[in-house]
């Protein structure tokens, strides 16, 4: 994959690509000519299997009717399970410990009422001060519901320097209160990848269980949750695995855990040969497919079936090889073309700490998100200064990287972001 040195030229750029393992995968993708996408860390983009598989799907239920809950190419009672099989190698974890299901938000509502077991004086949840604002809320929400002020029982690990958490810190907090942690596996601004191995075996030691928010980590990092033992995970499906906007999330639930009654039921948590006897008696499925709830839509499912296909194909070892390159790539050329400009890379530099993007700092980012979109840049802003570039393992190419700091150049030098408010739009 790599050269002998970094250099800042085109040529460069361009020979990086010809020695892309990963290069024939572009094709797959729509991807604009007078456009360079770099949000994919938030909605991936559309691949021409993920839209061949809907319309299969589509085709179906125009066959079939009803009947395509057991007929046709993709039959969607199983569905979810089947989905959950071939997600399974994305995130370390046997088939049956995956499923496809619900959102982020409403699977962690489920795993939250399945194992926060308050006891004594056991009762309060451990996060982190960094976490995405929706995690948060849902604790609340469920401490609440059992009646615990979110003020008191929900402690929030401090950050040292606002960017990252440390292991040490989360450790130290991990005291003889807590009966539940909820971790992010990857900070959404800062791109810090938390040692969950260390984080689990921590928890376990003091006898706590800990599950882990992977919305900004599955498709970009390899993952381990067996063989790490963690208790349960949860994610969506439409950031690196271009599920499409909305798409249905997935949740892990480690297999010791099988039979552990589910906080919130519903008809779908069924067993599979039980579910249609619609008794008043639920007789959960002995799956993670347990924790699902309602009838799964089918049309959001549809996609992730090619996507999965070019996941499986590509590996993602092999992914994840070219995601820290090419990240690291944009780096190299951040600091060298962009040097003096007030730029900061506030993610981590350590290849086992970073995630799938680079989280750069300026204090007119806003502004420069606004004028890289009206340069046909498509970049990613969070509050309040981060201004969120992805390059995308199955879809970016070097050389789109390189125009895009040369692009940051330009904007830069010409002074273009002063002619935007440095205020994010309403969809930032």
Not at 248 to 256: A, D, P, T
Request: hydrophobic share 40%; with cysteine; glycine share 8%.
């Amino acid at each position: 994959m790599s050269l002998k040195s970094f250099q800042p030229t085109l040529e460069y750029a361009q020979q990086l690509d010809r020695l892309d393992t990963l290069r024939s995968f572009r094709e797959v993708f729509y991807l604009k000519s007078n456009s360079i996408y770099m949000d994919g860390n938030s909605l991936g983009l559309l691949s021409k299997r993920a839209e061949w598989t809907l319309l299969e799907v589509l085709e179906g239920w125009k066959e079939y009717g009803i009947d395509g809950w057991t007929k046709g190419k993709y039959p969607w009672f199983d569905l979810s399970e089947k989905l959950g099989a071939l997600m399974a190698p994305l995130v370390g974890a046997a088939a049956n410990e995956v499923i496809v299901s619900g959102s982020t938000t409403v699977n962690l509502h489920q795993l939250i009422a399945t194992f926060y077991q308050p006891e004594g004086n056991r009762c309060k949840i451990l996060a982190d001060e960094l976490n995405f604002p929706t995690d948060i809320y849902a604790i609340q929400s469920q401490l609440m519901i059992q009646g615990f002020d979110p003020d008191t029982h929900l402690i929030r690990v401090k950050s040292r320097d606002g960017r990252f958490i440390e292991e040490e810190d989360i450790i130290a907090a991990m005291t003889d209160e807590i009966a539940l942690i909820i971790l992010p596996t990857v900070q959404y601004r800062s791109g810090q990848i938390l040692d969950m191995k260390r984080l689990t075996a921590e928890a376990h030691k003091r006898g706590i269980l800990i599950g882990f928010d992977g919305c900004h980590s599955i498709g970009a990092i390899p993952h381990s949750f067996s063989e790490w033992d963690v208790d349960f995970a949860y994610w969506c499906n439409y950031k690196y695995l271009n599920g499409g906007p909305g798409s249905v999330g997935g949740l892990y639930v480690n297999r010791k855990h099988f039979g552990t009654k589910p906080g919130l039921a519903g008809w779908f948590g069924s067993r599979k040969d039980k579910q249609f006897d619609l008794e008043h008696i639920f007789t959960p499925a002995d799956t993670a497919g347990a924790y699902q709830m309602g009838t799964p839509h089918v049309l959001s499912l549809a996609p992730l079936i090619g996507s999965l296909e070019i996941f499986n194909e590509a590996g993602i070892e092999n992914i994840r090889k070219k995601s820290l390159h090419i990240n690291q790539y944009l780096m190299d050329l951040i600091e060298h073309e962009l040097d003096g400009m007030g730029f900061v890379i506030g993610n981590p530099r350590e290849d086992h700490r970073r995630g799938g993007h680079v989280s750069l700092e300026h204090q007119e980012a806003a502004r420069i998100c606004k004028s890289l979109k009206e340069n046909g840049i498509i970049p990613d802003f969070r509050a309040p200064n981060i201004i969120r570039l992805a390059p995308v393992a199955l879809y970016t190419s070097y050389e789109e990287v390189w125009h895009v700091v040369q692009t940051l150049k330009t904007i830069m030098t010409e002074k273009q972001y002063e002619k935007f408010a440095n205020e994010r739009e309403v969809v930032a």
